[in-house]
């Protein structure tokens, strides 16, 4: 419901404030420019739905020959001792173990082409177990938050951008991006562990939040040591080659378990197809409520808004001019690194603002996009906290992220 209610708030506070700019600004294109957005943004979901149906239907067609080679079985085991913990209504050794711990990991590597797909299916694995279809299992809602808190080790794409946009050091927003990420997740995870009341103290959950930490502190300890070329080159050979290497290991699995992989292959693509088809109503729902709120002005309105609160009470308003990435951010992937471009070509890469930008831009995934994507995909019309959980790890990140560029930065 509460997604309900926010899409009908896009809407109609984006008439309030065009109908203010029409009768007080005498703005008479900003309907046209409302219906403009409205189209647009209807075209970009169709056309985002479609995009994904070759990457789909390929992703889903290796992940059924991983499930009838045993290999997603397998990884459910690996995962078992933590997701017995977060996700204590799942069977032991479910299918969907597996695909949430293949979709967990891919994000880790940043491969969003293949994180989405096994993300994807591991919602379908779920809904076989869900007693009411309609309406988000507490399995689901525990996916999806720690989905849309967007973690994620190396975030290579923002390296990318910045050493094109001219920055002296392209990486060295890798560190303060962990962090945040870091804090996005682990709220999250903590949010719903609230509302589902699981206990985290717990030995499984103690030891996985610590070997996490471990994890990203010998990873910056590693990219310290390295200069940005070299950060680049071995963490983009490294996810590949690995990602390239399950692929094959899925197909050995298969042929060990003398199935046909071929026609699984084509089983599971068929699957991907019908996903692809399926999520567009819910893609074009959301992107055409958050095109109509940004054409309005309604998004400039708020940050002028904060721009002058924050100012009138004497504090720091550096962080202000990076509020379009953060406010973008849960709304819409594509607008977010828009923003943070935006941000980095007017101020400069190695500015604050431009700095700033991209760690938020790495802090967290699209909470509303995930949303539709993923509940769309199955269904999903009730879906309970997921969104006042999710945006509560999008606002920790956000705060996280403001933290990180003033301890580093300034």
């Not at 209504?89 to 299918?95: F, G, Q, T, V, Y």
């Not at 379009?324 to 849960?330: E, S």
């Not at 790495?362 to 997921?386: E, W």
Request: aromatic residues 10%; glycine residues 10%; hydrophobic residues 50%.
């Amino acid at each position: 419901m509460v997604l309900n209610y926010i899409w009908i708030a896009f809407f109609l506070i984006a008439f309030i404030v065009a109908m203010g700019k029409l009768l007080l600004a005498g703005d008479t294109g900003v309907f046209t420019e409302i219906i403009n957005a409205s189209f647009d943004s209807a075209k970009t979901g169709f056309e985002i739905s479609i995009g994904l149906t070759g990457i789909l239907s390929l992703w889903l067609g290796i992940m059924k020959i991983g499930e009838r080679g045993g290999v997603i079985q397998a990884f459910a085991r690996i995962a078992s001792p933590v997701f017995s913990k977060l996700f204590p209504d799942l069977p032991k050794d479910h299918p969907a173990t597996g695909s949430i711990f293949m979709n967990l990991s891919a994000n880790l590597l940043g491969l969003d082409n293949a994180a989405t797909p096994m993300g994807l299916k591991a919602m379908q694995e779920l809904q076989t177990l869900n007693a009411q279809k309609d309406e988000a299992s507490n399995a689901m809602i525990m996916f999806l938050c720690i989905n849309a808190s967007g973690l994620t080790l190396i975030p290579i794409t923002i390296m990318m951008y910045r050493a094109q946009l001219g920055a002296a050091n392209a990486s060295d927003v890798f560190l303060p991006i962990m962090l945040a990420t870091f804090t996005s997740t682990l709220v999250a995870i903590l949010a719903v562990c609230f509302k589902q009341r699981i206990n985290i103290l717990q030995r499984n959950l103690l030891l996985f939040f610590l070997g996490m930490g471990s994890l990203i502190g010998g990873l910056v300890l590693l990219f310290r040591s390295m200069d940005q070329e070299e950060v680049s080159l071995y963490s983009t050979l490294f996810a590949n080659t690995l990602l390239f290497t399950i692929i094959c290991g899925f197909i050995v699995c298969g042929m060990r378990k003398k199935i046909n992989v071929y026609e699984a292959f084509i089983e599971g693509a068929k699957e991907g197809f019908k996903t692809a088809i399926t999520i567009i109503p819910y893609l074009v729902a959301i992107l055409v409520g958050i095109g109509v709120f940004r054409a309005s002005g309604a998004m400039d309105f708020l940050i002028d808004s904060v721009r002058w609160g924050v100012g009138s009470m004497g504090l720091n308003t550096d962080f202000v001019e990076a509020l379009p990435t953060i406010l973008m951010k849960p709304l819409s992937g594509s607008g977010a690194r828009g923003m943070m471009l935006d941000a980095m070509n007017t101020y400069g890469a190695d500015s604050f603002v431009g700095r700033l930008s991209c760690i938020v831009q790495g802090s967290c995934d699209t909470t509303f996009y995930v949303v539709a994507l993923y509940y769309g995909s199955v269904g999903i019309k009730n879906t309970r906290y997921t969104v006042p959980c999710a945006l509560l790890a999008d606002l920790a990140g956000a705060i996280a992220a403001i933290a990180m560029a003033y301890l580093f930065f300034t």
